[in-house]
């Protein structure tokens, strides 16, 4: 039964108590200069009162459960979010919403929720979603990460910018092997390979992605194959990953390191680009574990140093976080524009999901409990003095 003050909720709820629920929330978020029905942008409007109980007693997953049914909408949902989670809004839970954050910090602790008989479900769930989407959604690179804003207008130019800052901090050169980890749609493979003269051999968990990743590359010296990184072999001039360590998991980051290290040959550069949390945290937001990402978790800096002691020297660690804010902005206007194309094809509560999970992501990045990170690492046995390029 869930206890706030002197209100309990539970199965056998009374209509005094349902009644107060409201008032619990209200008082809460009010904290955080948000108001149910209110008349600012990023106020909450209640279109169903089921919405204060699911809120109440499942917490982020109630929450995003009911905005997906229709419960609830705000105009500013990016707004609403960078308010709630500047407020650490996660922290002030209480009751069950309270024990099931708790029983979400022990199933990562004591599962290894990204082994390798998992290591395929978010390439199922997630990037398989449908490639029209991502078509729609993202540039014409298909750059599903952070682009790199400075000196670019278009969310074109920053992926392009973020691609060429890419190569060039890995000092690519003609000839050269390059493996990437997490291979997206083939926009890195094919640029490196055109602009750089680099072979390339790219991996993903996601049949989708790789059936268009090698369309989009034919002709060009670039293969993908679909496989979890831990069973790579062989070594490579240079090693890149790109969104992909969010989905490794704290319990495998040692073996993914490992593996770089094997990997990687010893005059090498592997440049790791991965979403960073301000904090070491136990566990992901439950609503984006359950819909979205199944079985991620964001590492902090704290997680990333401690792990690569002794395998790898930090040449660079570049952050651009809030480059993530406008990336996910532009990924937004382009699914809207998109919509009536798409919407034949996928249901009201799907349009509903991916607003959600790119305008709540938004938000996070907005109030820089995300960052954005590209270290640059290399072997101790590396002979060549590395030069920062940004």
Not at 96 to 107: H, P, S, T
Not at 212 to 227: D, E, N, T, Y
Not at 317 to 330: E, P, S, V
Request: net charge neutral.
């Amino acid at each position: 039964m869930l206890k706030t003050g002197n209100l309990s909720l539970g199965d056998g709820q009374s209509v005094r108590q349902r009644a107060e629920a409201p008032k619990v929330l209200a008082a809460l978020i009010q904290e955080a200069g948000i108001s149910f029905n209110g008349t600012s942008a990023w106020d909450i409007q209640i279109h169903d009162e089921a919405a204060y109980q699911r809120i109440l007693s499942k917490g982020s997953l109630g929450l995003g459960e009911a905005y997906v049914d229709g419960l609830w909408d705000a105009h500013s949902l990016d707004e609403l979010f960078t308010r709630l989670i500047d407020f650490d809004i996660d922290q002030k839970v209480v009751g069950w919403a309270k024990i099931r954050l708790l029983g979400e910090m022990l199933r990562h602790k004591f599962s290894n929720l990204q082994s390798t008989k998992r290591a395929f479900q978010v390439g199922e769930q997630h990037y398989d979603t449908g490639n029209d989407v991502f078509e729609a959604m993202l540039d014409p690179t298909m750059s599903y990460s952070c682009g790199f804003w400075e000196k670019a207008e278009t969310l074109e130019q920053a992926q392009l910018n973020k691609l060429d800052m890419i190569c060039r901090k890995l000092d690519l050169q003609p000839g050269e092997q390059l493996l990437e980890i997490g291979c997206g749609w083939g926009g890195l493979a094919s640029y490196a390979a055109e602009n750089y003269g680099v072979e390339v051999a790219g991996v993903t968990v996601s049949k989708e992605q790789q059936a268009l990743a090698r369309q989009r590359c034919a002709g060009l010296p670039v293969k993908i194959k679909l496989m979890d990184y831990r069973d790579l072999k062989g070594q490579f001039d240079k090693i890149v990953s790109v969104g992909m360590f969010e989905h490794v998991g704290a319990k495998n980051y040692p073996v993914y390191f490992e593996s770089a290290e094997r990997l990687l040959k010893q005059n090498g550069l592997f440049l790791l680009h991965t979403i960073g949390n301000h904090c070491t945290t136990k566990s992901v937001d439950p609503w984006i574990d359950k819909y979205i990402f199944p079985n991620g978790k964001l590492p902090s800096a704290r997680e990333v140093s401690s792990v690569i002691e002794n395998k790898f020297i930090i040449e660079d660690w570049h952050n651009f976080g809030q480059d993530y804010d406008k990336t996910l902005m532009a990924w937004m206007d382009n699914f809207d524009k998109a919509w009536p194309a798409l919407k034949s094809e996928y249901s009201e509560r799907f349009y509903r999901m991916w607003k959600y999970y790119l305008l709540s992501c938004a938000g996070y990045f907005r109030c820089r409990q995300g960052q954005l990170w590209q270290l640059v690492l290399s072997k101790r046995a590396r002979s060549d003095c590395y030069r920062s390029v940004r």
